[in-house]
């Protein structure tokens, strides 16, 4: 059975700090991993990654992919307010269609 | 170009009465999905489509049956609503052809049933 599971479940730091959210996976015929940011309302893309130990970067957001440990990070660094939000982790299987297995997420609470 | 839109926003029903949940999409994808979202569990695929006329089931379908007569419309209906099917609902939308994965989801229904 596939599985995603991330970590941790929820975590609070302060403004400026930096974090850092796992993903690992157990999928068969992985073909991508993807990062969404949820706040309150429909999820929003931030990175797909299908190739090991490259990293995407978007401003202070960063993740890379570890195909052999079966594992992903998502780095934040300096941490503001606005980054408060629930991040999901997804699986996408190289089979026809675009079917997403989602982790429970791990909720972020940046602090003033 | 208004991306993914679905409607109602918010809908309460008591047990036992059925219900359409409406989703559009204007970008010409051929994949559609319907997702639920419970506390503390992720999202959880119901039912997708790879195209018009095509459909299958995801993780849980129970409860619920899609169809999809054209490429931008794929609506869910819930037969004979339970309160175990109290969440909230997204649908998304993307191309199957290969290079391009990424989901476009809509706002989400919030489903509360009594």
């Known amino acids: 059975e596939d599985k995603v599971v991330q970590s941790p479940l929820s975590l609070v730091v302060h403004e400026g700090d930096t974090v850092t959210l796992n993903c690992s996976y157990e999928?068969?015929?992985?073909?991508?991993l993807l990062w969404y940011k949820q706040e309150k309302k429909a999820p929003t893309f931030l990175f797909m990654l299908?190739?090991?130990?490259i990293e995407k970067k978007s401003g202070r957001l960063s993740s890379i992919l570890d195909k052999k440990e079966l594992f992903s990070i998502l780095n934040i660094t300096a941490t503001q307010t606005g980054d408060s939000a629930v991040y999901l982790c997804?699986?996408?299987?190289?089979?026809?269609?675009?079917?997403?297995?989602f982790g429970a997420g791990t909720i972020l609470r940046v602090k003033s | 170009n208004a991306g993914v839109t679905q409607t109602p926003k918010f809908q309460v029903l008591k047990t036992g009465q059925s219900m359409t949940l409406q989703c559009a999409q204007d970008?010409?994808?051929?994949?559609m999905s319907w997702y639920r979202q419970d506390p503390g569990m992720g999202l959880r695929l119901i039912h997708y489509?790879?195209?018009?006329?095509?459909?299958d089931q995801g993780e849980v379908p129970n409860g619920y049956n899609v169809s999809r007569s054209t490429t931008e419309d794929f609506p869910l209906r819930l037969l004979s609503a339970a309160p175990s099917q109290t969440s909230v609902y997204f649908c998304?939308?993307?191309?199957?052809?290969?290079?391009?994965?990424?989901?476009?989801f809509g706002p989400g229904t919030r489903l509360t049933v009594t």
């Open positions: 998304a939308s993307s191309y199957v052809a290969s290079g391009s994965y990424e989901q476009y």
């Open positions: 999928v068969t015929n992985f073909r991508s």
């Open positions: 299908t190739s090991s130990g």
């Open positions: 997804a699986v996408n299987r190289a089979e026809y269609g675009n079917k997403l297995v």
């Open positions: 970008m010409n994808h051929e994949y």
């Open positions: 489509s790879v195209g018009a006329g095509i459909t």
